[in-house]
T-cell receptor
Framework: LAKTTQPISMDSYEGQEVNITCSHN???????ITWYQQFPSQGPRFIIQ???TKVTNEVASLFIPADRKSSTLSLPRVSLSDTAVYYC??????????????FGTGTRLQVTL | DAGVIQSPRHEVTEMGQEVTLRCKPI?????LFWYRQTMMRGLELLIY????????DSGMPEDRFSAKMPNASFSTLKIQPSEPRDSAVYFC????????????FGEGSWLTVV
């Protein structure tokens, strides 16, 4: 099972870059790495997904080393509105079972002025 | 697309009553998931369907919980009888070929059993 491990919480000041790392030592060959953001009273929302190397979109970057045993979500210049819980999810639907689709504890990011 | 639609958004019920939560997945998605979120246990996968067929229900806590998907556009999660420890947010999510490996979540159904 590709169990994930993330820091429980992180603090940042507005305008800083925030990097959240997720460990997934037994990731399978067909597994993708997906990051979700969750605000209070809302469902998790897709941020970014990758398989290897680096992926960038309009809100974040995802860095995945060659061994894929970890991944880092990078949020550039965070604002107060980025305060949320961030989840790393490892799995792939073509080969996955329900156990691969379980979220970890997430990282609670608190952004302050 | 309207996204994953869940109802009710909030429900308060008395212990012992039957609770039915409903979900409309994104059109064209062939996977549907039911998750439960609590402070103590985080996000737990309860059951998921592929093409309306239940694939894995090992996360369903006990026989009081049941889920159905009679067609591609509708699913229900039923709790009978409900207990206070069932109080949680229940999320429905869907995924399909058009969304790759991305799961899209609804806004959740907030259940309180008193």
């Amino acid at each position: 099972l590709a169990k994930t491990t993330q820091p429980i919480s992180m603090d940042s000041y507005e305008g800083q870059e925030v990097n959240i790392t997720c460990s997934h030592n037994n990731i399978a060959t067909n597994d993708y790495i997906t990051w979700y953001q969750q605000f209070p009273s809302q469902g998790p929302r897709f941020i970014i997904q990758g398989y290897k190397t680096k992926v960038t979109n309009e809100v974040a970057s995802l860095f995945i080393p060659a061994d894929r045993k970890s991944s880092t979500l990078s949020l550039p210049r965070v604002s107060l509105s980025d305060t949320a819980v961030y989840y790393c999810l490892v799995g792939g639907f073509l080969t996955g079972t329900a156990s691969k689709l379980t979220f970890g504890t997430g990282t609670r990011l608190q952004v302050t002025l | 697309d309207a996204g994953v639609i869940q109802s009710p958004r909030h429900e308060v019920t008395e212990m012992g009553q039957e609770v039915t939560l409903r979900c409309k997945p994104i059109s064209g998605h062939d996977y549907l998931f039911w998750y439960r979120q609590t402070m103590m246990r985080g996000l737990e996968l309860l059951i998921y369907f592929n093409n309306n067929v239940p694939i894995d229900d090992s996360g369903m806590p006990e026989d009081r919980f049941s889920a159905k998907m009679p067609n591609a556009s509708f699913s229900t999660l039923k709790i009978q009888p409900s207990e206070p420890r069932d109080s949680a947010v229940y999320f429905c999510a869907s995924q399909g070929e058009s969304s790759g490996n991305t799961i899209y979540f609804g806004e959740g159904s907030w259940l309180t059993v008193v």
